[in-house]
T-cell receptor, first 112, second 115 residues
Framework: GENVEQHPSTLSVQEGDSAVIKCTYSDSASNYFPWYKQELGKRPQLIIDIRSNVGEKKDQRIAVTLNKTAKHFSLHITETQPEDSAVYFCAAGGNQGGKLIFGQGTELSVKP | GAGVSQSPSNKVTEKGKDVELRCDPISGHTALYWYRQSLGQGLEFLIYFQGNSAPDKSGLPSDRFSAERTGGSVSTLTIQRTQQEDSAVYLC?????????????FGEGSRLTVL
């Protein structure tokens, strides 16, 4: 089955800097790669996703890149703000209907 | 309702007791998922229901865990003979996407503590 590895587990940046979180997946048949943000004590919420027919997707300060050959994808946050502080999860799936396997999470801390 | 509803929000039980956790998905969503989140850990896949298809139970950690979904709507996750390592937040999510991966809408979770 699918296995998703996520790095780093913790990331601390200064406000205004960029943050990058990386994930690798094992099942080459996976075709859907979402990213979720979970603020402290709250439910995870989708922030951006990408399907395997594109290599990059942007939404304001957030971008995701996908390298299907290498089986890895990354989340890029530019001009970070304190409100970006949260745990971020990547996921992979789509080859078995809607089943999604999540990475272990990255705790991002943005220092003012 | 406006979102995925889970109950109870908190459950404290003694080792060896059975517990039931309930999930009410968003109306019309055909897909329903259960995940487990232990303290400081990721989202561990447990089970996935898609319409009338047989559920994908590949993530259930032992035969003490079971889940059902009645009438294609409400789902119940049952843990029998609870152990301390079962302590975690159990998250339910639903999705409107039929047969393909798409956005999951999560509930607030049920926090289970096994003493």
């Amino acid at each position: 089955g699918e296995n998703v590895e996520q790095h780093p587990s913790t990331l601390s940046v200064q406000e205004g800097d960029s943050a990058v979180i990386k994930c690798t997946y094992s099942d080459s048949a996976s075709n859907y790669f979402p990213w979720y943000k979970q603020e402290l004590g709250k439910r995870p919420q989708l922030i951006i996703d990408i399907r395997s027919n594109v290599g990059e997707k942007k939404d304001q300060r957030i971008a995701v890149t996908l390298n299907k050959t290498a089986k890895h994808f990354s989340l890029h946050i530019t001009e970070t703000q304190p409100e970006d502080s949260a745990v971020y999860f990547c996921a992979a799936g789509g080859n078995q209907g809607g089943k999604l396997i999540f990475g272990q999470g990255t705790e991002l801390s943005v220092k003012p | 309702g406006a979102g995925v509803s889970q109950s109870p929000s908190n459950k404290v039980t003694e080792k060896g007791k059975d517990v039931e956790l309930r999930c009410d998905p968003i109306s019309g969503h055909t897909a329903l998922y259960w995940y487990r989140q232990s303290l400081g850990q990721g989202l561990e896949f447990l089970i996935y229901f898609q319409g009338n298809s047989a559920p994908d139970k590949s993530g259930l950690p032992s035969d003490r865990f079971s889940a059902e979904r009645t009438g294609g709507s409400v789902s119940t996750l049952t843990i029998q003979r609870t152990q301390q390592e079962d302590s975690a937040v159990y998250l339910c999510a639903s999705s409107p996407h039929s047969g393909r991966a798409g956005e999951l809408f999560f509930g607030e979770g049920s926090r289970l503590t096994v003493l």
